[in-house]
């Protein structure tokens, strides 16, 4: 069992940054990788950023080279960093948990990020 855990969500103005994270615990040495996701209203969800345990990163073309997602493996953290937001940028971001073994997701409970115009 994975609990996930995000903060850092907030309101910004269009140009600036925020860093999101998600905090793990439970059987976090069984994760294979985290991901990052993002839904906006009417919208489906979608996975902005990833990384696996072999520090593989993925990221949409949407946000590359704006996002940075990092782990900490000792603190149980991973992080996103996001430079140069826009509106578009505006949703619920939640953090996931994929554990291979089992084929289980994790889900935290979404923290939201509102970018002005």
């Known amino acids: 069992q994975v609990q996930l855990v995000e903060s850092g969500g907030g309101l910004v103005q269009g140009g600036g940054s925020l860093r999101l994270s998600c905090a793990a615990s439970?059987?976090?040495?069984?994760?294979?990788?985290i991901g990052w996701y993002r839904q906006a209203p009417g919208k489906q969800r979608e996975l902005v950023a990833s990384?696996?345990?072999?520090?593989?990163?993925s990221y949409a073309d949407s946000v590359k080279g704006r996002f940075t997602i990092s782990r900490d493996v000792a603190k149980n953290m991973v992080y996103l960093q996001m430079n140069s937001l826009k509106p578009e940028d505006t949703a619920v971001y939640y953090c996931?948990?994929?554990?291979?073994?089992?084929?289980?997701?994790?889900w935290g409970q979404g923290t939201q990020v509102t970018v002005s115009s």
């Open positions: 990384i696996t345990s072999g520090d593989t990163t």
């Open positions: 439970g059987t976090t040495f069984s994760i294979t990788v």
């Open positions: 996931n948990a994929w554990v291979r073994r089992t084929l289980a997701n994790y």
